[in-house]
């Protein structure tokens, strides 16, 4: 084998090792960011494409951070209309009210404790999925990503302070969402009114 | 610090961001504050239900072995 191929190679080998075990992180944030799975798994595929592309001269910072950088910025790019038009309405930060909150059609949970925890992923998801860009972003990086402060400030590109009242913010209208949930779906498992 | 700064800092207490400053500042407001003292019980609910709930999405775990693969064979990786 030339060197050329075992160098070759020896670099798939270890992008696959370093990069491919975040896929689940990359295409979480991608979904949560584009509301919608076909675009979200062309993004991290981008994502990826893009990695590779620079994995030569990649040393640092940690992989998972550097990943959800990349594929933020394939989604921005991807629907920066869209983005740009909510970043816009997100600058004033105070009054951002949550979409429009779905009203549950079921006439009452499950006895089946499976299908009732399954019901609160969905309506967990929903209700993060429905935040306003900036909130959604900041909160998918720190509760799903479980990244830091520091982290998420330099993948956004804002200072510490605005990562701190964004999840502030994302999470009190997270508690107000929770509460029109819960009103709608009282003893939804686990979750109880929020005070 | 007052209620409107302990809103934000107090979730430095939540996400154990000891090193983002001001918590001793949050803890001392927060015992003497009973409505910041019930957003902390809040929120810290509401953490610990979050992180006990699968939040990524099931078409991560539905379609992660094809999208798996194909990103892979994209990058020119066998998995």
Known sequence: MTTEANYKQEKARCFRDDALPYLDDVFALARYLLRNAEDAEDAVQECYLRALRHFDSYHGPAMKPWLLAIVRNVCNAKFARLAKQEITTDVSEGDSRPEQIPIWQENSPSPEAALIRQHDNDTLRRLVAALPYAFREAIVLREVNNLSYQEIAKIVGVPVGTVMSRLARARSMLRSAWNVAEGAMPGVAGLGRLS | ?79
Do not use: Q, Y
Request: proline share 1%; net charge negative.
């Open chain 2, 1 to 79: 610090m007052n209620c409107t700064k302990s809103e934000v800092l107090l979730h430095v207490l939540i996400d154990g961001e000891r090193d983002a400053g001001h918590t001793s500042d949050v803890e001392t407001h927060v015992a003497t504050c009973s409505g910041c003292t019930e957003n902390l019980k809040t929120f810290r609910a509401m953490r610990v239900a979050m992180a006990g709930a699968d939040l990524k999405w099931d078409g991560a775990i539905a379609f992660a072995p094809s999208h798996r693969g194909r990103t892979a064979f994209a990058c020119g990786v066998s998995l």
